[in-house]
């Protein structure tokens, strides 16, 4: 059991309660506002900013407080590993925990530094003004454009947009998926579903919280035979389109998934052979369900409800996708918990691939190798980066063209403009950074190792 939890806080499961204890609970108003514990202890310090957190930014229903309170766990798993304390921990403390957050395997990106960097210095400079605590970091006044605004100096400098990217090479998928596989040996739920949610994210590149919250309708359906064309083929790209209301942007994007990974998602929410099956035992439909009366459609990229509302997949936001019910009367959500059925959180999203990729890198120091440590954005790096070669090798898209309109190879640099699509965003400096490795990448494998064909 983790040493360090964070409770999100919210009402009673009146239910549970009963259940569990045999008595009606008390009207108690929820704690909104996370709470931090240290081995079930609540950490009083943590729990006390985190509430005042909350009550500024509660009004605008943003994510501020969970979002401050996920980056203080790390920060106190780090802290309570050295033996210390969060009013203990010290200057040298704080830049060595940067220091582990910037280098080595388990480095994060530029964006989730600052993040941690706001969280540290919010904390801290709470302490000092509410309990006498001197600061253990350094605040410079920096002169800027807009006037003087006060720094934390401790990590000061890392760009935003140094993102670890390790993109991943055709054999290191192999052994990433049958991480995902057998571990356990299998004997779980989760085996199905991990490889499933790892395939999903190297089949389209999208962030963990999208990943997380697409519906089985969103999933690009095989093409059906007909009299004229008995045994339709699909193309190596296929045609996918990811919502925006669930990530960063709310622009929808259209996208060649790659179908060597989306084929593995689509056995898994098979409904009589699918792994996805096993957990619907454990499914309850949500308190304020909304039934699916019609579904997606050749002109409609959404469903109708039973109340006759139109919902567009791109504005659905993740709450009404996590109470959508089929019309079967089953989750329209494709990826659930194990042990209750419940949709996935973007943090449980992210920590399937983490715990995947922490068994490939046990496996692989066991055989005297070296495997890389692998987060969700990595997926998205490799999606690019595989989607760039096939571009450059000249695997069509589902229209048949590249970018001049013509079916053959093109240039790398032309090959990253367009898997850049993909990842929602066009960055240059991302771009010259994928320019190389696609290089790299296209000279070692053949286009057949990229599209699962064969084995090298």
């Known amino acids: 059991m983790a040493r360090v939890r964070v409770h999100r806080g919210g009402g009673w499961d009146v239910e549970v309660v009963q259940r569990t204890l045999g008595v009606v609970p008390h009207v108690v108003p929820p704690v909104t506002a996370p709470v931090i514990t240290i081995d079930g202890i609540v950490e009083d310090d943590a729990s006390a900013w985190l509430r005042e957190v909350d009550a500024r930014t509660g009004l605008r229903k943003t994510k501020t407080a969970i979002t401050r309170a996920d980056n203080l766990r790390t920060f106190l798993h780090y802290i309570t590993a050295h033996n210390t304390s969060l009013r203990g921990a010290t200057n040298a403390h704080i830049i060595e925990y940067i220091n582990t957050r910037t280098t080595g395997p388990n480095r994060v990106s530029g964006n989730t ?26 605040i410079d006044e920096l002169r800027t454009a807009n006037g003087p605004v006060l720094s934390m100096r401790e990590g000061r400098g890392i760009p935003k947009a140094s993102a670890a990217q390790t993109p991943l090479e055709p054999p290191q998928i192999d052994e990433l998926l049958a991480a995902a596989i057998t571990r356990n040996n299998g004997q779980n739920y989760t085996a199905a579903r991990d490889a499933a949610f790892i395939s999903l994210g190297l089949a389209c590149g999208a962030r963990a919280d999208t990943l997380a919250h697409l519906l089985t309708y969103e999933l690009p359906q095989a093409p059906s035979s007909t009299p004229r064309n008995p045994n339709p083929v699909e193309g190596d ?10 990530s960063k942007t709310s622009r929808e994007v259209v996208l060649p998934a790659i179908r060597r990974h989306l084929d593995r998602v689509r056995k898994y929410v098979d409904p009589e052979t ?14 304020n369900p909304i039934w699916v009366a019609i579904g997606p459609t050749a002109k409609f990229h959404g469903i109708v409800d039973t109340d006759g509302i139109r919902r567009n997949f791109n504005t659905m936001t993740a709450d009404e996708r996590r ?15 194990v042990h209750r059925g419940r949709p996935l959180s973007e943090r449980t999203a992210e920590e399937i691939v983490a715990d995947v990729s922490a068994e490939a890198e046990r496996r692989a120091a066991e055989a005297g190798s070296i495997f890389p440590h692998v987060t969700t954005h990595d997926l998205r790096g490799t999606y690019a980066t595989h989607l760039a070669a096939l571009f450059y090798f000249g695997v069509p898209t589902s229209a048949g063209r590249d970018l001049d309109g013509r079916p053959h190879r093109i240039n790398i640099q032309s090959a990253v403009k367009m898997a850049s699509i993909g990842l929602g965003h066009i960055d240059q400096n991302t771009t010259q950074l994928y320019i190389q490795q696609v290089g790299l990448m296209a000279s070692r494998y053949t286009i057949d190792a990229f599209l699962g064909r064969t084995r090298q």
């Open 323 to 337: 109470r959508l019910v089929t019309k079967t009367g089953q989750p329209a959500m494709i990826f659930l918990t």
């Open 113 to 138: 530094i600052a993040s941690d960097r706001a969280t540290i210095r919010g904390f801290y400079e709470w302490l000092r003004d509410e309990r006498g605590i001197p600061l253990p970091i350094t």
């Open 274 to 287: 699918g792994g996805r099956r096993l957990q619907l035992d454990r499914w309850k439909p949500p308190a």
């Open 237 to 246: 790209l296929i045609q996918m389109r990811l919502p925006g209301a669930v």
